[in-house]
């Protein structure tokens, strides 16, 4: 059974302040309302949320505008990571988001691991495309290139 909530706090992949989303009962229950994400409906807790929406309207927008930014000085990037390569061509280890972050902090780019979209570490020499998730709206893409560490 769905049951209407007013989210009191932003809630990653449901909404943010102000906002009346239908959740599960359970899920409302047990984890929105005793960590005070999320109220019951009523016209007073609404105007008290207001207020609170629209600053975070102004300070989401603010966030893009500095997502777009980087993405922008991402695009523009070329990230070469040397790896050791075996005989047989096989690469040593992997390169995750953890060697992706520390490169482009190198380069004067602060982005979290948490950021970068890897569905697995990348297992062997070539190109890829690695995509950032910057912000909701705003997603960049990095051109990797591993190669043989000489």
Same mark, same amino acid.
Request: proline share 7%.
């Given at each position: 059974m =769905? @049951?209407?909530v007013l989210l009191v706090d932003q809630v990653e992949g449901l909404g943010i302040e102000g906002d009346v989303v !239908? @959740? =599960?009962?359970?899920?409302a229950r047990n984890y929105l309302f005793p960590q005070g994400y999320a109220t019951e409906v009523t016209e007073g807790r609404r105007r008290q949320v207001e207020k609170k929406r629209a600053a975070r309207l102004v300070e989401l927008e603010a966030e893009k505008g500095a997502a777009e930014k980087i993405a922008k000085k991402v695009a523009d990037l070329e990230c070469t990571i040397e790896v050791k390569v075996g005989e047989n061509g096989k690469m040593f280890g992997s390169v995750g =988001?953890?060697?992706l972050a520390e490169k482009l902090a190198a380069e004067g780019l602060e982005i979290e691991r948490? !950021?970068?979209k890897l569905h697995q570490p990348l297992h062997e020499v070539g190109v890829f495309d690695v995509a950032i998730k910057l912000h909701a709206e705003v997603e960049a893409t990095l051109k990797v290139w591993i190669v043989e560490e000489k």
């Open positions: =769905a @049951v209407e !239908k @959740v =599960a009962d359970g899920y =988001a953890p060697q948490s !950021k970068f």
